[in-house]
């Protein structure tokens, strides 16, 4: 049941409640910009077509966009193929021929009978000193001349939709766009001279000219402030939430504590001793814990979990640690299962894998309290997974789950604490609006001993050489990831170009040589995993499922296949695989000299030059745009429609600001204003926010 207010009811119609929307069509929408109506007008222009200019064609300039009145004279068929149909029209001062190519003759007998009068819109051209517009954008009858806009915005497309249906579609959910209740504070909106909802999603999907397409623009400001007071009432009222929960004490055991703190085979860098005194300091106050450890790759943020749920164990509750892939809840348990048994302390894993009989015994255990640290996977939020008694959530690699996912997680337990792990660099910009309030512990260095890794552009032609030089490594005793691209929507060209690179190498280093995607059996992925882990393969060959997470330190090399392709963030995280342990580690990033654009290189250079994940995020930001980077499936980060955190960072802050101010005014949001503010939150799809709410 949603209590969506019934105003926003046409918005969240399918799009194939818009006229001309049929089901091959919904298909292709619904992947450009969204299920409903409401993606629609989310979808902005990126440029303008005018098409005011309306000469005699006597006076015709070509190049130019124009839109003429005309008769038509004649229908010229072409002589023989690849030569275009060509229609001459006249308007009494001169002459054009509208040209087609493959076109169909009755077809355009029919658009454009002789004798009739026509008007046309599209690009002028001087063939051979003639006049002409191959094949025009708009043809309509005189009685129709409203169909052609004068400015006529330009969207982002995909192929099988035509431009013209994007138009007339966006035209057609501005149509059902309400005139909404105003939930801006007026004082705010006056200053800043932005328009109503209603007006300014009009105005964004009207450009007048090039400013109109601008994030500065005041429609476009007003719309990304929407979204981004949407993001952070969210934010707030969940933080709110949490906080009016009372948390539970969770004093731990000293002893057992120290015990595990020798039992781990280095010491703590300072600052993970720092964030584990955070944690525990958390876990024994009687509030509840809400924090986020951000550590780049290689910072040791396992330790600081294990160690906190260990402090957990020390008052007899449970913790559990999700993970965001099989392959890494796996390794989690190998490597902290050995240092949990040293302190008597038991580790059980759940997983999708595990059936039957094996995950009954695995469910008894969380049941009846026998297991103290769980690590698991999605898997850990089927229903019928109990827990005797959890205290603690860790949640590593956030950016995978949701929010929504968090509480779940966290609502198996009573008032449980929850960390939340991440090696996501975000940019500053951004921190707001992935975590919101949280509180911070960063690792801010690497353990000791490291050495920085020595990266290097090669160009693609080079590979064979690159393969060579592997086998020095390997006889040297060293491992090597070898990374293949990710072709996008495409699993099955990734998977043959890696299965293809995996043989090509496999003649050359021979049984020792693995190949891990995505598409294999999980028991197999752990298989060749762990067999790299050991030492009994030499090189592995993988998709980018080694992406996140993966621990081998004894690995020193990484090759990454047309580096070009992959976001900078992913190239950061893939090459955190190596440079792990205490040898000198290399990675090649090959790339494709010829295809690859000033900016692309710029990108691979910043990788080369940094090993900083704050410092490449933000160059990232900056290279690519926050909208591509936010957009991503690869960066992790929510996708916002409306909002550049480039240009509108300010905006971030101060909806920041105006959403605590609100919930601290009208923390259940009764007020008109907090209606208003509902309608948002709903408009914006943050139906989870209004459950935070008392009367939700
Ligand atoms: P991440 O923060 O990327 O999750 P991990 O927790 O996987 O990093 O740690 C990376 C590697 O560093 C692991 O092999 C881990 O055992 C090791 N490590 C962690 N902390 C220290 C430390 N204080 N000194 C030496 N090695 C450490
Ligand atoms: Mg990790």
């Not at 009208?666 to 204003?673: G, I, Y």
């Amino acid at each position: 049941m949603s209590a969506r207010p019934h105003i926003l009811d046409n918005l969240f119609l399918s799009v194939k409640s818009i006229t001309g929307v049929g089901p091959r069509l919904s298909k292709l929408l619904e992947k450009l910009v969204g299920p409903c109506v409401v993606h629609l007008l989310w979808h902005l222009p990126v440029d303008v077509i005018d098409r005011r200019y309306c000469p005699p064609l006597r006076e015709a300039k070509g190049g130019v966009v124009a839109t003429v009145q005309v008769t038509v004279l004649e229908h010229i068929e072409p002589k023989r193929r690849g030569l275009p149909y060509r229609i001459k029209c006249g308007d009494g001062t001169g002459v054009l021929d509208l040209t087609f190519f493959n076109a169909r003759g009755d077809y355009l007998q029919n658009q454009l009978p002789v004798g009739t009068q026509r008007i046309i819109s599209g690009r002028l051209e001087f063939y051979n000193g003639y006049l002409q517009m191959p094949h025009p954008d708009f043809i309509v009858a005189p009685i129709d001349r409203g169909q052609i806009p004068d400015i006529e915005p330009i969207y982002p497309m995909t192929a099988g939709i035509t431009h013209k249906l994007i138009y007339k579609f966006i035209r057609g959910a501005l149509l059902r766009a309400p005139e909404l209740e105003e939930w801006l504070d007026s004082a705010h909106q006056k200053r800043e001279n932005w328009p109503s909802w209603h007006d300014a999603i009009t105005d964004v999907h009207t450009p007048q000219d090039e400013t109109g397409l601008s994030p500065l623009h005041p429609a476009r400001m007003r719309l990304a402030y929407d979204e981004m007071l949407a993001n952070q009432l969210t934010l707030s009222l969940l933080r709110l939430r949490q906080k009016k929960q009372k948390g539970r004490t969770i004093a731990g055991d000293d002893a057992l504590f120290a015990r595990a703190l020798e039992s781990l085979p280095f010491k703590l860098t300072n600052a993970q001793t720092a964030a584990v005194a955070d944690i525990r300091q958390d876990l024994q106050s009687g509030d509840r814990m809400h924090r986020l450890l951000q550590g780049d790759v290689g910072s040791g943020k396992t330790a600081v979990g294990f160690l906190s749920m260990v402090h957990a164990a020390g008052s007899g509750c449970q913790s559990a640690l999700m993970a965001p892939t099989e392959i890494l809840a796996r390794q989690h348990e190998h490597k902290l299962k050995p240092l949990a048994e040293k302190i008597g302390l038991n580790v059980v894993t759940l997983t999708g894998r595990d059936k039957g009989k094996a995950r009954a015994a695995i469910l008894a255990q969380i049941a009846d309290g026998s297991a103290h640290i769980v690590i698991g996977t999605h898997a850990l939020f089927q229903d019928d997974v109990i827990f005797h008694d959890l205290g603690f959530v860790i949640i590593d690699e956030q950016h995978r789950f949701g929010v929504h996912q968090r509480l779940q997680l966290s609502s198996k337990g009573a008032h449980t604490d929850v960390l939340v792990m991440t090696a996501t660099p975000i940019p500053r910009t951004l921190t707001l609006t992935v975590y919101g309030d949280m509180d911070v512990s960063r690792l801010n260095e690497k353990p000791a001993g490291r050495q920085p890794i020595d990266t290097r552009l090669v160009s693609n032609e080079r590979i064979d050489e690159v393969i060579g030089s592997i086998g020095r490594k390997i006889a040297a005793g060293e491992r090597v990831y070898w990374v293949c691209p990710l072709v996008e929507e495409s699993e099955k060209l990734d998977l043959a170009a890696a299965e293809e690179r995996f043989r090509h190498i496999q003649q050359h280093y021979g049984e020792r040589t693995g190949l891990l995607h995505g598409r294999m059996k999980p028991a197999d992925k752990d298989a060749v995993m762990e067999k790299f882990a050991a030492g009994d393969l030499d090189v592995l060959v993988s998709t980018t499922v080694i992406e996140v997470g993966v621990d081998v330190p004894e690995a020193t090399v990484m090759i990454i296949e047309h580096a070009e392709r992959f976001g900078l963030a992913q190239l950061h995280q893939l090459r955190g695989r190596i440079g792990r342990g205490s040898e000198k580690s290399t990675c090649l990033l090959l790339y494709n000299g010829n295809k690859c654009s000033e900016v692309a290189k710029q990108r691979l250079a910043t990788i080369r030059d940094s090993e900083d994940g704050f410092y490449i995020s933000e160059q990232d930001l900056k290279l690519r745009g926050a909208g591509e980077m936010l957009g991503t499936r690869q960066s992790g980060l929510p996708a916002f429609r409306l909002t550049s955190p480039e240009h509108h960072g300010d905006l971030i802050a101060t909806a920041h600001d105006d959403a605590r101010l609100i919930l601290e005014r009208d923390p259940d949001l009764l007020s008109a204003r907090g209606k208003a503010l509902r309608t948002l939150l709903y408009l914006f799809e943050r139906d989870t926010a209004i459950k935070y709410l008392r009367s939700g």
